[in-house]
C-alpha cells in the first residue's frame, strides 16, 4: 500500500480481467469460503445454489438460506416482522414515527462474485425482480460469475466561496494551502484517520452561474467502509472558515455531493449464447443495447431495470438508495446527455459480455446498516466484509438484472414472464385469501388473464365451487 494521498489509484477487487474465459460446471462448483464480519473471521463456507428454492414456505425457505449461508436461525430472525424493526426503534431513526411499512425481502440466489458464493438479499416491491437476477446469475455461473473492479472509497465534500474578487488567484492561494486543509480536515475524525481513511487531496475550480463566478472547492476524502456523508460534511464545515480567509471571501454550501465519482465499482461477466436462447438473442441484447446507448428515452428505462437490482440490495442494507440512485443517473449523464449505464457485446466465441459501471457510496458502518436489524441480518446473510465488497456484489446484480430484462425484452417481451410472477399480486389484490392466492394465480395465467377483475371473477367462481 503505497500513500493513501497518492490519488488515482485502481484496485482490483477481483482476479484478472481475463480469468473468465473458461466455462464450469453449474451444478459443479465447488463451494466458496470466505471470512464472515458477524463471526470474527471464522470460515463460513456458502453456496448459493439452491434449486427450487421458490417451491417452499417462506419459514422454510428462511431455514435453507441461512443453513447455506453457514448461520443459524437466530441469525436471520430480524428479517421476520414479527423479530425485526420494532416501533420503538423506528422512533429513534426518523421523525414523528406513527407506524412501520413491510417490503418484501427476497434472497437472489447462484450469485457467485469475484470467486466468492453471495446470497443477495433484496427488498423490493416489484415482482420477477429477484427471479430475474436469479436466473442471470445461474446463466453466468458458467463462466466463472461476475468479476469486479473498484476505484477505492473515496468521497467529495463541496465548498462554496462567494465574492472572490480574483477567483483564478483565489484557487491557487487554496492549492497552495494543501496540505494545511488536509490536515485540519483530518483533525476532525481521527478515527478514520487511525483506520486508513481521512483526507488525501483538494481540488479548486471557478465555475460561471447566473449570480456570478464562484470559487468550488473538492475536498476528497478515504471514508473506508463508511457510507461517508457525515465524515466529509464535518470536514467541509470544519474547513469552510480558514478557506474564507484564504479566499477573503465567504463560503455557502459545505456539504459532499452525490455525484461518487471517485467511487465507481465496474462488474463483467459473460453470458453463454445457449444458455440465452441462441446467437439470434445475443445478436439482439447486442442492439437492444445500442438503443439504450444512443437514445435518452430507451436509456432512461434502461437504467431503470439495472437500478431495479441495485436499489433493492441497497434497501435491503440499510444504505441510502436516494444517494445510490442520484449518484448513477448523475453518472449516466456525465458525456452531457443521458446513456444507459452498461453496455453489451458479443465477444469471439459468439457469448455475450456484459460490462457495468456506477458509483455506489454504501457502507456497512454506520446509519440504518447498523441502526435496523433488518439490515445488519441482510449484511450477514450477504457475508461481505468490507464496503467495496458489498458495492461489488450490488453492481453484480444491477448487471444481472439488466441482462434478465434486455434478454426478456429481445425474446418473448416483457410482460410474459412479468406478468405470470406479478398474478399472485393480482390475485391478492382482488381479495384472495393466503390459501386461495395460488389457485386464483394459476387460473387467470392458465387462461392468459392476467387482470384484477379476471382475478375477482375466477375468486368468485373457485368460492362458490366450494361452498
Not at 108 to 116: E, I, L, Q, S, W
Not at 159 to 170: C, K, S, W
Not at 193 to 204: C, E, I, R
Not at 424 to 430: E, H, M
Request: with cysteine; proline share 4%; hydrophobic share 45%.
Amino acid at each position: 500500500m503505497g500513500d493513501r494521498r497518492s490519488g488515482g489509484v485502481i484496485r482490483c477487487v477481483g482476479g484478472p480481467y481475463a480469468a473468465t474465459g473458461s466455462r464450469l460446471s453449474v451444478e459443479g462448483t465447488p463451494r466458496s469460503t470466505r471470512r464472515h464480519p458477524a463471526r470474527e473471521g471464522a470460515p463460513v463456507t456458502t453456496n448459493s445454489r439452491l434449486p427450487g428454492l421458490r417451491d417452499h414456505e417462506p419459514l422454510d425457505r428462511r431455514a435453507r438460506v441461512a443453513e447455506a449461508a453457514g448461520l443459524s436461525a437466530d441469525d436471520l430472525a430480524a428479517l421476520d416482522p414479527r423479530d425485526g424493526l420494532s416501533l420503538s426503534q423506528a422512533d429513534h431513526l426518523v421523525e414523528n414515527v406513527v407506524g412501520l411499512i413491510g417490503i418484501p425481502v427476497g434472497v437472489a440466489t447462484n450469485f457467485r462474485v469475484d470467486g466468492v458464493d453471495r446470497l443477495v438479499p433484496m427488498a423490493t416491491e416489484e415482482p420477477s425482480v429477484v427471479a430475474a437476477a436469479s436466473n442471470a446469475a445461474r446463466i453466468a455461473r458458467e463462466t466463472g460469475g461476475f468479476f469486479t473492479s473498484s476505484t477505492g472509497d473515496v468521497m467529495i465534500a463541496q465548498v462554496q466561496v462567494l465574492d472572490a474578487v480574483d477567483p483564478e488567484g483565489t484557487c491557487l492561494r487554496l492549492l497552495e494551502a494543501r496540505d494545511e486543509l488536509l490536515a485540519l480536515a483530518d483533525a476532525q475524525d481521527p478515527m478514520l484517520v487511525s483506520l486508513g481513511g481521512g483526507a488525501v487531496d483538494v481540488s479548486v475550480r471557478t465555475l460561471a452561474t447566473r449570480a456570478g463566478v464562484q470559487v468550488i472547492l473538492h475536498l476528497h476524502v478515504d471514508v473506508r467502509d463508511a457510507m461517508g456523508a457525515n465524515a466529509v460534511n464535518t470536514m467541509a464545515e470544519a474547513l469552510a472558515p480558514r478557506i474564507a480567509e484564504i479566499a477573503g471571501a465567504r463560503t455557502l454550501l459545505r456539504i459532499l455531493t452525490n455525484k461518487a465519482e471517485l467511487r465507481l465499482t465496474r462488474a463483467r461477466a459473460v453470458f453463454p449464447a445457449d444458455l440465452l436462447g441462441g446467437p439470434r438473442v445475443v445478436a439482439d441484447i447486442v442492439a437492444a443495447s445500442a438503443f439504450a446507448e444512443a437514445d435518452a428515452y430507451r436509456a432512461a428505462t434502461h437504467n431503470k431495470g439495472i437500478m431495479n437490482g441495485i436499489s433493492a440490495v441497497v434497501l435491503a442494507t440499510g444504505n441510502d438508495t436516494r444517494a445510490v440512485e442520484a449518484g448513477c443517473h448523475s453518472h449516466a449523464a456525465r458525456s452531457g446527455a443521458y446513456r444507459a449505464l452498461s453496455r453489451f457485446e458479443q465477444n469471439a466465441d459468439g457469448d455475450l459480455v456484459g460490462t457495468l459501471e456506477v458509483p455506489l457510496a454504501v457502507g456497512l458502518v454506520g446509519g440504518a446498516t447498523r441502526a435496523h436489524p433488518a439490515a445488519r441480518a441482510a449484511v450477514q446473510l450477504l457475508g461481505v466484509g468490507s464496503a467495496r465488497e458489498l458495492a461489488a456484489a450490488i453492481a453484480a446484480v444491477g448487471l444481472a438484472q439488466n441482462l434478465a430484462a434486455c434478454r426478456a425484452l429481445a425474446a418473448e417481451g416483457i410482460q410474459r414472464g412479468h406478468m405470470t410472477l406479478h398474478a399472485r399480486t393480482i390475485a391478492a389484490s382482488a381479495g384472495a385469501a393466503v390459501d386461495e392466492v395460488a389457485a386464483v394465480a394459476a387460473r387467470i395465467v392458465a387462461e392468459g388473464r392476467i387482470r384484477v377483475e379476471d382475478a375477482r371473477e375466477v375468486l368468485a367462481e373457485l368460492r362458490g365451487a366450494s361452498s
